[in-house]
């Protein structure tokens, strides 16, 4: 079970990444899946979650309405949008599956296969 995350770079506040995580080695219809983020000095938080099939999502207070979670099981890969980047958006970003096609999870504790991690700096 691999997860390669991508996409990550510098970006000026207000700009956009999409971040992408591609899973190998097993059926990523099977899981849901999240992005979660650590920013220097804190703990690691959720951001985005996705339901096996798509069908639901869950995003963080801090970044509804901005960045959108997708997945495209197919490709067995996941997506995060994300828009209108604030200064807070400077992070490791993760992701992450969980064996539970049915629900949003959004409890770190229950996502068992993590990727590496991919840096987002978002400057004036």
């Known amino acids: 079970v691999q997860l390669q995350a991508s996409g990550g770079g510098l970006a000026q506040i207000g700009g956009s990444l999409r971040l992408a995580c591609v899973a190998s080695g097993f059926a990523l219809d099977e899981y849901a899946v999240g992005w979660f983020r650590q920013a220097p000095g804190k703990e690691r938080e959720v951001v985005s979650c996705i339901s096996g099939a798509g069908t639901d999502t869950y995003d963080a207070e801090s970044v509804q309405g901005r960045f959108i979670m997708s997945r495209d099981n197919a490709k067995s890969t996941a997506f995060l949008q994300m828009n209108s980047l604030k200064g807070e958006g400077t992070a490791v970003y993760f992701c992450?599956?969980?064996?539970?096609?049915?629900?949003?999870?959004?409890?770190?504790?229950?996502?068992?296969?993590w990727g590496q991690g991919t840096q987002v700096t978002v400057s004036s």
């Open positions: 992450a599956a969980a064996q539970n096609r049915l629900v949003v999870v959004t409890t770190q504790s229950s996502y068992v296969d």
